[in-house]
């Protein structure tokens, strides 16, 4: 996409977050979120987070939204909210997604003191989201989605106007790494986090800052490492199942998958099918 459109998106978006005023943004520390409330700061309109956790968000995914915002003097209002209950998250429906979103936001939304915004970005309306329908029928706003900003346009910006980690790479919620008809338990998920943080300290070692991955538990019951890039090197490999089966992940493969966003949804529809 031509330089100048990401100049226009960016003036549309500071002039999208002027025009609202006040925000309240629904920040998980990763890039998208945390893009909105760097334009709403550099916009020169009050910015107020909210960061959900509980057990369906890493840990580190936690304490880097709370570092992160203390290093831009923002606020943070901590919610703990636990999903495992909705009926949807309990029996692993294909609804899980948007009912956990809608029961998150609902939170969110009797704490906040300003217009509640997400990261949701313009690439999102190419992806499966269920959680996007609960956004819109709570009237969450999304800005970047509003101003046609796509993830590459986020990347770039962040670049641009300093932003740290314009490349961190989306860990998403615990709960994509399950597959439909599975019941989530928290000691579960606690085992798949600290799976995927010993995944993400070898491959740094390696030099691969940044890179995207998921461990998941499949249908079969064995677990993944699903690559979102190749990595020509049998030998990283051979390490990386060797650190998950230290970890406790005795049954792993490791492959390269073409897209990491939707991955049950994928294969979910290709049995219906």
Same mark, same amino acid.
């Given at each position: #996409?031509? #330089? *100048? ?12 977050? /002027? ?10 520390? /990763? ?8 334009? /709403? %700061? ?29 290093? !831009? ?22 609804? *899980? ?21 997400? &990261? ?11 959680? !996007? ?8 706003? =999304?800005?970047?989605?509003?101003? &046609?900003?796509?993830?590459? #346009?986020?990347? @770039? ?7 740290? *980690? ?19 338990? =928290?000691? %579960?998920?606690?085992? %798949? ?20 991955? !998921? ?8 677990? @993944?490492?699903?690559?979102?890039? @190749? ?13 998950? !089966? ?28």
């Amino acid at each position: #996409m031509p #330089m *100048r459109n990401v100049d226009f998106a960016w003036d549309d978006l500071i002039g999208l977050l /002027g025009e609202i005023g006040p925000l309240t943004v629904a920040c998980s520390g /990763g890039i998208d979120s945390r893009f909105l409330a760097h334009a /709403g %700061l550099q916009a020169g309109v009050p910015v107020e987070l909210v960061h959900v956790c509980g057990p369906h968000v890493a840990p580190e995914e936690s304490e880097y939204a709370l570092a992160w915002a203390a290093s !831009r003097g923002l606020g943070v209002r901590l919610l703990r909210c636990d999903p495992l209950h909705l009926p949807e998250v309990a029996t692993g429906s294909k609804e *899980r997604c948007y009912a956990c979103k809608r029961f998150l936001f609902e939170q969110i939304l009797s704490v906040a003191t300003a217009p509640v915004c997400d &990261g949701s970005n313009f690439s999102d309306a190419k992806e499966f989201r269920p959680g !996007r329908r609960a956004l819109l029928e709570l009237g969450i706003r =999304s800005p970047l989605a509003d101003a &046609g900003l796509t993830k590459d #346009m986020i990347r @770039e910006l962040a670049r641009r106007t300093g932003l740290a *980690r314009p490349d961190q790479q989306a860990r998403a919620c615990l709960l994509t790494r399950l597959p439909y008809g599975r019941t989530p338990d =928290s000691q %579960l998920l606690v085992r %798949l986090a600290a799976g995927e943080r010993v995944v993400e300290e070898r491959l740094q070692e390696a030099g691969y800052e940044e890179f995207p991955f !998921r461990l998941r538990l499949c249908a079969t019951g064995d677990y @993944e490492l699903h690559l979102g890039r @190749e990595i020509d090197s049998s030998r990283l490999h051979h390490a990386l199942e060797d650190v998950l !089966r230290a970890a406790g992940f005795p049954s792993i493969q490791v492959r390269s998958v073409p897209r990491l966003s939707g991955y049950f949804d994928r294969l979910n529809d290709e049995r219906e099918t």
